[in-house]
């Protein structure tokens, strides 16, 4: 779309469009850069919070299947999240599998779950984002590692 073909849309198109583009079209949830801005936010004002990040299980191999199986696994995971969040949390979708939670209580978060591998990681436990963010990404690397390296539920890694 052209600047000018922005100029000529009304309040509301404008909008809608920015909420199409913000918004993960399989789930209604917040994509990467809307969890980036408010990371940053969260942790550069020195709010204490909760980061949850979590990695489906098996959706390579549900895929593979069907991609409307992988969907559906994919939409199932994110009700369960909502679920266990009821309001103390905002879900992103970092992209295909990949979920994160900002929370302020730990106690309201969800639950391991055998449909994810998850990670949860608190703010003031770090000195930087990037940090917190490492931290969380690796404990679900190992806990995907783990999970992969069981009979039954081979994948690569």
Known sequence: MRNRD???LSKEELINLVQLYSKDPLTGLRGR?????KFESCFEEGKEFYLTMLDINGLHNMNKIS??????LIRKVVDYLKYYCQGSGEIFRL???????????IQKDCKDNKNF????????DFCT?????????????????EYYSKDGNGRRI
């Open 6 to 8: 922005l100029e000529n």
């Open 33 to 37: 850069r809307d969890f980036e801005l």
């Open 67 to 72: 991609y409307d199986m992988g969907d559906t």
């Open 95 to 105: 992209g295909g599998d990949e979920f994160v939670i900002i929370s302020k209580d």
């Open 117 to 124: 591998c998850m990670s949860k990681v608190f703010s003031k």
């Open 129 to 145: 984002s990037g940090e917190m963010f490492a931290a969380a990404d690796r404990m679900v690397l190992d806990a995907k590692t």
